[in-house]
């Protein structure tokens, strides 16, 4: 069974930085792309940042480009969300999710994603 855990969420001041982390378990394949999604209340979810596993494409949403970046750990099982330069927009749910066998495509796709992790507050005061 595919496991996605998340954390490193918190509240943070306009202009602070968060990373977030998600530990992934229970793979049975190695192909797959992993990404960050958001869901704000009262929104819907969205993409915000994917890393392709087989040659480590990554992609962002518009809103978040030059702010945050993906990364995946040592371990291929680890991947990392750094945000910096947070803006009150920004707070949402954070999502961790794996698309087995999919690519880290430009416009990131929840239902493309069948795992996810339970998710992690973020949470930008102005």
């Known amino acids: 069974e595919v496991r996605l855990v998340e954390s490193g969420g918190g509240l943070v001041q306009a202009g602070g930085s968060l990373r977030l982390s998600c530990v992934a378990s229970?793979?049975?394949?190695?192909?797959?792309?992993i990404g960050w999604f958001r869901q704000a209340p009262g929104k819907e979810r969205e993409g915000v940042s994917c890393i392709d596993s087989r040659d480590g494409k990554t992609n962002y949403r518009e809103s978040v480009k030059g702010r945050f970046t993906i990364s995946s750990g040592n371990a291929k099982n680890m991947v990392y969300l750094q945000m910096s330069d947070l803006k009150p927009e920004d707070t949402a749910v954070y999502y961790c999710?794996?698309?087995?066998?999919?690519?880290?495509?430009?416009?990131?796709?929840?239902?493309?994603?069948?795992?996810w992790g339970q998710g992690t507050q973020v949470t930008v005061s102005s």
């Open positions: 999710a794996v698309g087995s066998f999919l690519r880290c495509a430009r416009y990131i796709q929840a239902g493309l994603y069948n795992h």
């Open positions: 229970g793979f049975t394949f190695d192909e797959y792309a």
